[in-house]
C-alpha cells in the first residue's frame, strides 16, 4: 500500500531545507498547501496594488517600464499586455533543462516567497503554482541566463509562462528510460484541463523578481555536500584504521583547547566511529609512532573547517528559502509599496562560492589520504592495494581518477560571486552571478561525493588487509555496506563499477555512519 502524502503548508516563514529536498524528489510524497493566513496577507497585498493603480500613483512595474525602461509610463489599458510581454521577453535562457527536481524546488520557493503577503499577486496565481507542483506539471527551464540581480529573471520567466499557456513543458521519462523532454506548453495544458491564466498588474514582476533558481540549486546541493561530508568523516576513520594509525590526537581536551565548533564536533564524530576497534587495540602499545600525517591527524582541522562553511550556508539557505525577494515590495499595514533589491543574490552567489571551495579543500585531503593508502612505502599494505602486486595492479588509477576530478573542482572553486558585469543599459550595474555559482556548487558536489567514495572503497580493501582484526562497530556496518554491493578485490577487474557503486552510496547518504 503507498503511504499517505506528507502535508506541507507554506506560510511564507517556516520552509525547511529538509523539506524543500522532499518536495524535490516528487513521488507524490509530499502535497503542498498554502495556509490560510499566508492567503489571508497575499489577499490584503492585492487590495493594496488594485487601490494604487486606482489612485494613478506611480508604481514600479506596474504603471511602468522595467529596468532602463523605469521611465516609460503605461496606460492602464496596457497594464496586462506589460505583464504578459515581461514574462514573454525575459524567457531568454538556454542550455541544458534543469532537471525535474531542480524544477519542483523553484516552484515551492517561489509559492513560498508568494505566500509571505508582499508581493501583490491575486491568490489564484498563487494557487496554480501550488497546482502545478501537486500534478507534477513542471516547466521546462533552461540551465542558463540568470546573473542574479533583478532575481533569476531568465530562468523564473520560463517558469511562470506555462501559467499563460505559454512556454513548455517537461515530459517526465517513462518507464521506458530516457531524459525528460519539452513539449508546448499550450496543448499540454489544454490536455490537463486547465485554462491558461490572465495575468494583471504586478502579477508578471512578481513571478520573476526572485532568487529562487539559485537558492533552489543551491539547496540541492547543500544537502548532498551535508550528506557527503558526514560520509567523508566515515572514509576518513576507515583509512586511519587501515593505516593503523592513532585517534590520540582526536581527544576532547585537545579540541577544548581550540574550541571551533566545526571542530569539536569532526573530533567527536571521528572519536565515536573509531570507539571499540580491535585494530586500534593491536598497535596501541610498543607502536613507535607518536604522530601521525596532517591528512590524518589533522581531520577535525580541516573536516572541521567544511563543517564551519556548511553552517554558514544553511544559514543562508534557511534565511533565502523564507524570504520576500521581488521587487516592488508591497506593505499593507503601512500602506506603502517600495522599490528596493532584495532580489539581489550576493548572499546567496558568496555562500554557494565558500561551499565550493570547502568541498574542494576537503576533497584535497581525501585525495592524499588515497595516496598514503595506495602507496606502499607510507601505508605497510600491499602496493595499491592488490594481493598480488605486480601482476596485478589493484587501485593504482583510483588515484588518478581522483586527481582528475580533484583538478576540476579547483577550477569550480574560482568565485563566480566577484564577477559582477554590469547589465540592463547600466541599471543593474551590480549584479551576483549567483546562478553561476550554483551550477557550480552542484557540479563541484557530485566531483566531491565521488573523490569520498573512492576514498570509502580503498578504506574498505585496507581494512580487508588487517582480518581478523575488525574495526569498530560503526565502521564495520559501514564496511559491511560497501561489500554487499562491491567485491574485496582479490584480481584485477574494471574499478569504475566498483566507483559507481559506493558513489551512489554516498549520494544516498548510506555512509554516514549516523
Excluded at 569498530?472 to 559501514?478: D, F, H, V, Y
Amino acid at each position: 500500500m503507498p503511504e499517505d502524502p506528507i502535508e506541507l503548508v507554506l506560510d511564507g516563514h517556516a520552509l525547511t531545507l529538509e523539506q524543500v529536498e522532499a518536495v524535490s524528489r516528487g513521488g507524490g510524497m509530499v502535497r503542498v498547501r498554502v495556509g490560510e493566513a499566508a492567503m489571508h496577507a497575499v489577499r490584503r497585498s492585492r487590495e493594496l496594488v488594485v487601490r494604487k493603480v486606482a489612485s494613478g500613483e506611480v508604481v514600479y512595474g506596474v504603471t511602468t517600464g522595467f529596468g532602463r525602461l523605469a521611465e516609460v509610463a503605461i496606460s492602464p489599458g496596457d497594464q496586462v499586455a506589460l505583464q504578459r510581454n515581461l514574462l514573454r521577453s525575459h524567457a531568454a535562457g538556454t542550455g541544458t533543462l534543469l532537471p525535474p527536481e531542480a524544477v519542483r524546488v523553484m516552484l515551492v520557493l517561489r509559492a513560498n516567497a508568494l505566500a509571505r503577503g508582499h508581493s501583490g499577486i491575486r491568490t489564484e496565481v498563487l494557487e496554480r503554482l501550488v497546482e502545478f507542483l501537486n500534478r507534477d506539471l513542471l516547466p521546462a527551464i533552461p540551465e542558463a541566463g540568470s546573473v542574479g540581480a533583478s532575481g533569476d529573471l531568465a530562468p523564473l520567466a520560463h517558469m511562470a509562462l506555462p501559467l499563460m499557456g505559454e512556454g513548455a513543458f517537461l515530459r517526465l521519462p517513462d518507464a521506458e528510460g530516457g531524459g525528460a523532454t519539452a513539449v508546448d506548453a499550450g496543448p499540454f495544458l489544454e490536455k490537463e484541463g486547465l485554462d491558461p491564466l490572465v495575468l494583471e498588474a504586478k502579477e508578471g514582476l512578481a513571478l520573476i523578481n526572485g532568487t529562487q533558481a539559485t537558492t533552489g540549486l543551491g539547496i540541492l546541493a547543500f544537502m548532498r555536500a551535508r550528506r557527503a561530508l558526514e560520509s567523508l568523516e566515515v572514509a576518513g576513520a576507515m583509512t586511519l584504521e587501515a593505516l593503523r594509525g592513532t585517534p590520540e590526537a582526536f581527544r576532547a581536551e585537545v579540541h577544548a583547547a581550540r574550541p571551533h565548533p566545526g571542530q569539536v564536533e569532526s573530533a567527536r564524530r571521528l572519536r565515536d566511529l573509531l570507539q571499540g576497534s580491535e585494530i586500534r587495540e593491536s598497535h596501541r602499545h610498543g607502536d613507535l609512532r607518536v604522530q601521525d600525517a596532517y591528512s590524518l591527524r589533522c581531520m577535525p582541522q580541516v573536516h572541521g573547517a567544511g563543517r564551519s562553511v556548511l553552517g554558514y550556508v544553511e544559514e543562508v539557505l534557511a534565511r533565502e528559502a523564507n524570504a520576500a525577494t521581488d521587487n516592488p515590495l508591497i506593505f499593507p499595514d503601512a500602506e506603502l509599496v517600495v522599490s528596493a533589491g532584495n532580489f539581489h543574490a550576493q548572499v546567496v552567489s558568496q555562500a554557494l562560492d565558500f561551499l565550493c571551495i570547502a568541498m574542494t579543500d576537503l576533497a584535497s585531503v581525501s585525495e592524499r589520504r588515497l595516496e598514503r593508502l595506495l602507496n606502499p612505502d607510507l601505508s605497510g599494505l600491499p602496493a595499491f592495494l592488490t594481493p598480488h602486486p605486480g601482476l596485478c595492479s589493484g587501485y593504482m588509477i583510483l588515484q588518478v581518477t581522483v586527481v582528475d576530478l580533484l583538478a576540476e573542482m579547483r577550477v569550480l572553486a574560482h568565485p563566480a560571486s566577484v564577477d559582477s558585469v554590469s547589465t540592463s543599459a547600466s541599471q543593474e550595474d551590480h549584479v551576483s552571478m549567483g546562478m553561476a555559482a550554483a551550477r557550480k556548487a552542484l557540479r563541484s558536489v557530485d566531483l566531491f561525493e565521488r573523490v569520498v567514495a573512492a576514498e570509502l572503497l580503498a578504506a574498505a580493501q585496507g581494512i580487508d588487509f588487517r582480518r581478523p582484526l575488525r574495526t569498530s562497530a560503526p565502521l564495520e556496518r559501514i564496511h559491511a555496506r560497501i561489500r554487499d554491493r562491491v567485491a574485496r578485490l582479490e584480481e584485477d577487474r574494471p574499478p569504475a563499477p566498483d566507483l559507481e557503486a559506493v558513489r551512489m552510496l554516498v549520494t544516498n547518504g548510506l555512509t554516514t555512519g549516523l
